[in-house]
């Protein structure tokens, strides 16, 4: 099919309308300049001005027997375009034109603002390192190319319709770094669909690494990040598994040549994301599966790394006035019935794993309270075997009147069997840690 029937509807989706018409000298109404895009018939709404003007077979359909008289008529400005994998936008089309001043009439028609400098495979760019597209190129490689030369007369003419490098942007400008969006996927390889990372890793390493300089570094992320489980967003994708572990993976170690040059390429810091208490309507179970609706806890189950990567949670204080909608809740019951009665059903190692997680240390606790506690334990101990020993003697010496090697036999007797009863009794110490926290919780009420 001939270039000049190709449908304008491959350029870029959002481009403004045309400027309303401007009155020409001789009080005519000039003709809008029309940018196309919107069919397929072989009219100047559909092919857009550049390609109708600058080809007679159209033209002389309005009676003009120049391309000259068919651009004069036309004069509102419109945005600079750019191609869609095509070979078609503002410079293609107007490159069309052979006489030199329509052809910079042509261009002139796109300087409602001048068109943005652009980097290497800057966003929109489809084929990396393909020479048609500004996008891909960068914008001092496609005006230093021949066909550029050729159009706008001299490099130095390509470039005078281009913002300066550093005219907005007080340097070289970073563009948006791109999360994979497989929803949009069917097939296509464009930044916005596939991701910005894949899109530069795919030209190779050190082209890859250029192409990333280009954008804004994107966040080290934590496993179970806040985009994670949002429709689009694979299970295996970098918001889900964590940066460390997406680094860790072959095809990243094999893009980037190494774990650690793939961490550097995100934003530095280790910053942890908050612990998340369950909302109130999703408790249940009846909401989704975001972290903010089920809580950070049923978040990273059996997730290690997932926990590394929050803050820890908050030890709470049964408060009957949180018990409304919902009686087994940390916040109705408190924290230690919760981590001591719950910890297998949460799927936590113990309740010391449970209790870790929100900042108390139960081990530590317990070995507190023995510290405490044991001294008066020795002393209640001690006077106990007093008390036995000299029962014994009672029994033996004055009840039974027996000899001094009963009497021995007698005191080991009573001692042992005192022992063995302590012995019985030692699931007391943790009844008694439980009803000092029980009074600790009571008192700080």
């Not at 509807?9 to 403004?16: F, N, Q, R, S, V």
């Not at 045309?18 to 919107?38: C, D, F, M, S, Y």
């Not at 791109?178 to 990372?197: F, M, V, Y």
């Amino acid at each position: 099919m001939l270039l000049s029937l190709l449908p304008s509807g491959l350029l870029l989706a959002g481009i403004a309308e045309t400027i309303a018409a401007q009155a020409a000298p001789e009080g005519k109404p000039v003709r809008k300049w029309l940018e196309g895009g919107r069919c397929f018939e072989s009219t100047e709404e559909c092919m857009g001005t550049p390609d109708w003007c600058s080809h007679s077979v159209h033209y002389i359909k309005q009676n003009y027997k120049t391309e000259e008289d068919c651009f004069r008529d036309r004069e509102a400005k419109s945005p600079w375009q750019y191609g869609q994998g095509q070979p078609t936008g503002t410079d293609v089309l107007c490159a069309r034109i052979q006489n030199a001043d329509i052809r910079n009439k042509c261009f002139r028609a796109f300087t409602q603002a001048k068109a943005s400098w652009l980097e290497p495979n800057s966003p929109g760019c489809l084929r990396p390192g393909w020479s048609e597209d500004e996008r891909c190129v960068g914008t001092a490689i496609f005006c230093a190319s021949d066909k550029r030369k050729k159009a706008y007369g001299s490099q130095d003419g390509c470039l005078s319709y281009r913002e300066n490098r550093d005219s907005k942007h007080g340097g070289e400008r970073k563009y948006p770094f791109l999360l994979p969006d497989i929803k949009r996927c069917h097939g296509d390889q464009q930044e916005d669909c596939i991701g910005t990372e894949a899109f530069c890793m795919a030209q190779g390493p050190e082209a890859g690494l250029r192409c990333l300089e280009s954008r804004e570094k994107p966040p080290f992320l934590q496993p179970e990040s806040p985009r994670c489980g949002e429709q689009g967003v694979s299970d295996f994708a970098e918001p889900c598994v964590g940066t460390k572990a997406w680094c860790r993976g072959e095809s990243r170690i094999r893009q980037y040549g190494s774990e650690e040059t793939c961490i550097k390429t995100r934003e530095s810091g280790t910053g942890k994301l908050p612990w998340l208490e369950p909302a109130d309507p999703c408790a249940g179970g009846t909401g989704n599966d975001t972290e903010a609706c089920v809580g950070t806890e049923r978040q990273c189950r059996a997730n290690p790394s997932c926990f590394e990567g929050r803050e820890l949670g908050p030890f709470l204080l049964a408060s009957e006035s949180d018990c409304a909608s919902n009686k087994d809740t940390e916040k109705c019951i408190g924290t230690w019935k919760w981590c001591d009665g719950k910890w297998k059903s949460l799927q936590y190692g113990d309740a010391h794993d449970c209790f870790m997680k929100r900042a108390f240390d139960l081990r530590q606790f317990n070995q507190e309270v023995e510290r405490t506690f044991k001294p008066l334990y020795q002393d209640i101990i001690s006077r106990g075997s007093g008390n036995v020993t000299f029962a014994a003697l009672l029994r033996s010496q004055v009840l039974a009147q027996e000899d001094t090697k009963n009497l021995t036999a007698e005191v080991h007797r009573s001692v042992k069997a005192y022992v063995e009863e302590l012995g019985k009794r030692e699931k007391d110490y943790g009844q008694a840690v439980e009803e000092y926290m029980k009074r600790v919780v009571n008192d700080v009420k």
